[in-house]
């Protein structure tokens, strides 16, 4: 047989997106600040969501500090303790984890990953940024107006929210709807982008099925945050109006102060439903980027294909497709009829499915794997042990007759703090290990690193892990102080006061990361373009960090999956996306 | 040669049939809606997200008004007007859908003239949708001008349940933004037809990408749809 050369490049698809005329910027300005490059936008959206996302650790400090030492700190009343959860809660769930991870992460990694040179519309993307940024300014400025932020809580359930009772009830609420309206408007704007870009902008080569689950799980958060923020949104607008024109769209007949208010005829259940119906899905919106990102990461660090690829992508589809029909699950204790209950406790565990399907394969691409224990893989395996940790105690949480006695406990507080709050956190800081040499061109330093790991999630375990028991005691959630209690044995004070230390060493962690970004970009090693030799395009770039058109003269065209890794019989232990195939493709193979 | 390939190593072969296809076209290669501009695309995806917000304010009222235990105003009582000594019960708002669904007719034409590249049967049948969708406001700001003198607030009104004057004017209100809006963008690509911007494909002023008459069919998917969530608010809001 003659050997002759094979030029798979010659055999790939023809291109059929054509050449995208990208905005070259032409001063200092609109380069780095009113910047259209995907990856400036993903580094404000970053900077923007880690520094209020302080803001919420230093509440969270402050919450502690309360709960552990009651009666301690003069300055924390209770209409300050109420207004700091509001403010924690209300900061992680969406300015700091929903844009960091499609704002952040999805800007930077979408256009790289599926081999595009920008967004679709850069300045579309652009503009999105800039709300968010208004989004935030208008939720921080709350702190420093008369009456301070909304102590509602952060689901906002009216009508306390709205009535005098609560703190925050002058400008407080107001402009914290204000707030969620501008941030809804800005991420839409910058959703359609991530959309449009994963549906219509791919390299060649690029099939769906051929996308890294990051894109994946990036893809489908967006999908369903365009379809879920719309209730949020209405929800947003609806309140805004019972607040400031006094119609009653959520508001029932009150007597405030032996007063009768003018309020009459309205639902609170209706906002807990146009609530939840976003919120349940803001969970998964929060989730499955992380999923996708961690799939990424064990599968790199562990030098072995994903398994179940196929499985993966259709776990993270039905999930999202799933979270949309579960919703009232949070409101058992709002009163239904139980035929409904039975319902939604039924589609709440069916989630466990998916998910299950998902943990079990992450787990099995560890199994006989290469595994190196970078500091990115030391936070994979902490989210797989934190999220499986956290999914377990929603099963409880999940079926009607459980729920109710353990609703509105620190039981809950402590079940979603690891399922949706340290979870995807241990993801976004393996991510920003894992990307960090890519953005910057140096590596993290790995001392550091470790020691952030390990006190972050062991830390994170001994806060959380006798919160449930706490819990499951009877003691309250947002309670300013729990006071003495028949059914509160005095120990409880003891373990409050351990959490509330712990709280403060898991933060200070938090400053030795800062700490290490800061120096590394100075100081770090240089990485070089492929520091943990991965096969994705992202690393394939031919400048470190990429440059403005990510790609140089020509687009990289894709002949193989993202999760070559340690094929037998190949030099080395991955093959990038982009590496040819030295023999021609074989007919009805897998794509 | 060593065999280096051992996943993935084939294009997909030819498609499949039934359900098989289907997943197989939309995950192939590039993009997954042949043929469809990226603006079309966003434009389809921002609209799907625009019903649910709509859905979402009329899930809302529906649920007001189902659940109110005070009566509801008679929509046909409080939107009749009389006219010549006739008292004919929803004219206003039949005229006024009557006038929104024939400017979709006419951007329709429009769109089809845009791929024409005939400039100015374009441009001018687009500047006869914004009039249409003018006048559609300027009825809507009647008939608000008519209710609010009669003694409706968004938080009470004469009638009855006090829902019927927010709900009302918020789900108007909003929709009548979104017809605002797409007068404006109308008016602004007309302007750009007119100047035969897309025959010399002049690059946009804020996005700098270049125009196509693409645009204009665009336009229309925005402005088909603000009628079609305006045929639901007839129904139910006015016609229930």
């Not at chain 1, 340290?422 to 991510?431: K, R, S, T």
């Not at chain 1, 300013?480 to 005095?490: L, T, V, W, Y």
């Not at chain 2, 009647?142 to 006090?162: H, Q």
């Not at chain 2, 404006?184 to 804020?206: H, N, S």
Request: net charge neutral; glycine share 10%; proline share 6%.
């Amino acid at each position: 047989m003659v050997d002759v050369p094979y030029d798979a490049r010659a055999d790939a698809p023809p291109a059929e997106v054509p050449e995208v005329e990208l905005y070259h910027p032409r001063s200092w300005w609109t380069q780095y600040v009113f910047s259209q490059d995907a990856k400036v936008i993903a580094i404000q959206y970053s900077l923007t969501a880690s520094a209020i996302g302080l803001v919420a650790l230093v509440l969270s400090w402050l919450m502690r500090l309360q709960l552990g030492f009651p009666g301690t700190f003069s300055f924390i009343d209770a209409s300050q303790y109420l207004q700091f959860i509001t403010m924690h809660g209300m900061i992680m769930v969406i300015y700091l984890l929903t844009a960091l991870f499609l704002g952040g992460f999805g800007n930077y990694l979408i256009p790289l990953m599926v081999g595009a040179r920008d967004m679709v519309f850069p300045y579309v993307n652009m503009l999105s940024y800039w709300i968010y940024l208004l989004a935030v300014l208008v939720l921080a400025s709350t702190f420093f107006v008369p009456g301070g932020p909304t102590g509602a809580g952060w689901t906002l359930y009216p009508p306390q929210a709205v009535l005098s009772g609560t703190p925050g009830q002058d400008w407080g609420i107001v402009l914290m709807l204000v707030s969620l309206i501008l941030f809804i408007i800005g991420f839409t704007m910058g959703g359609l982008n991530y959309v449009v870009t994963v549906l219509q902008a791919r390299t060649r080569g690029m099939t769906l099925m051929r996308m890294p689950l990051t894109v994946w799980g990036i893809f489908t958060a967006t999908v369903m945050a365009l379809l879920a923020f719309p209730a949020l949104f209405v929800a947003s607008v609806m309140m805004l109006f019972d607040r400031l024109l006094g119609t009653s769209f959520f508001m029932p007949a009150l007597v405030e102060m032996g007063q009768q208010m003018k309020y009459g005829g309205g639902s609170p259940i209706l906002f807990q439903h146009l609530f939840w119906f976003f919120g349940h899905p803001e969970v998964y919106i929060v989730a499955l980027p992380a999923f996708g990102i961690v799939s990424d990461l064990i599968s790199t660090h562990a030098r072995k294909n994903i398994f179940g690829y196929r499985m993966m992508v259709w776990a993270i589809v039905g999930i999202g497709a799933l979270s949309f029909v579960v919703w009232a699950h949070h409101m058992y204790v709002s009163g239904m009829h139980p035929k409904f209950g039975f319902f939604f406790a039924t589609t709440t565990l069916i989630i466990a499915i998916p998910t299950a399907i998902k943990v079990y394969n992450w787990v099995l691409t560890l199994w006989r794997g290469d595994i190196h224990l970078t500091v990115p893989m030391l936070f994979a395996l902490g989210f797989i042990i934190t999220f499986v940790n956290g999914g377990l105690t929603g099963l409880f949480l999940g079926n009607v007759v459980v729920d109710v006695p353990l609703s509105d406990t620190m039981f809950v507080v402590a079940h979603f703090h690891m399922v949706m709050g340290v979870a995807p956190i241990m993801v976004v800081l393996g991510a920003i290990y894992h990307w960090y040499p890519k953005v910057t061109g140096r590596m993290l330093d790995d001392w550091m690193g470790k020691f952030h790991f390990w006190v972050t999630f062991l830390g994170a375990y001994l806060i959380f892990f006798p919160m449930h028991y706490i819990g499951l005691l009877g003691v309250p959630r947002r309670y300013h102080d729990i006071g003495e209690a028949a059914f509160i044995p005095s120990s409880t004070h003891t373990l409050n006061a351990f959490i509330t230390v712990m709280a403060l060493i898991v933060g200070f962690a938090q400053m030795v990361f800062l700490f290490n970004l800061v120096w590394s970009l100075f100081r770090g090693r240089p990485s070089g373009g492929n520091p943990w030799r991965a096969t994705t395009l992202e690393w394939q770039t031919p400048e470190t960090p990429p440059g403005h058109g990510n790609w140089g003269k020509e687009l990289p065209v894709v002949y193989r999956w993202a999760y070559d890794y340690s094929v037998p019989g190949a030099a080395q232990d991955f093959i990038p996306q982009n590496q040819p195939r030295t023999t021609p493709a074989v007919q009805g193979a897998a794509p | 040669m060593a065999e280096t390939v051992l996943t993935n190593p084939g294009e997909s072969p030819a498609r499949a049939a039934g359900l098989r296809g289907i997943a197989d076209d939309w995950s192939s290669d590039q993009r997954t809606f042949k043929n469809v501009s990226w603006g079309k695309a966003m434009m389809w995806i921002f609209l799907l997200s625009d019903t649910f917000i709509f859905s979402c304010f009329l899930l809302s009222y529906m649920t007001a008004r189902m659940s109110t235990t005070v009566p509801w105003p008679n929509p046909s009582e409080v939107f009749a007007l009389t006219i010549g000594g006739h008292h004919i019960p929803l004219i206003l708002i039949a005229i006024m859908t009557f006038v929104l669904i024939s400017s979709s007719g006419t951007m329709a034409m429009a769109v089809n003239f845009g791929y024409r590249r005939d400039r100015v049967k374009t441009a001018v049948l687009m500047l006869v949708t914004a009039a249409l969708g003018a006048t559609f406001v300027g009825m809507q700001a009647f008939e608000w001008t008519k209710l609010i003198t009669e003694g409706v607030r968004p938080w009470e009104n004469p009638w009855g349940a006090a829902q019927f004057g927010s709900s009302f004017f918020m789900i108007t209100g909003f929709h009548g933004t979104h017809v605002t809006f797409g007068v404006i963008f109308l008016i602004a690509i007309a302007r750009k037809v007119w100047r035969g911007d897309f025959d010399v494909e002049r690059r946009g002023f804020f996005t700098s990408r270049k125009g196509h008459y693409e645009i204009v069919e665009i336009m229309g998917l925005y402005w088909h749809f603000v009628d079609l969530v305006w045929v639901f608010i007839f129904a139910f809001f006015y016609l229930w």
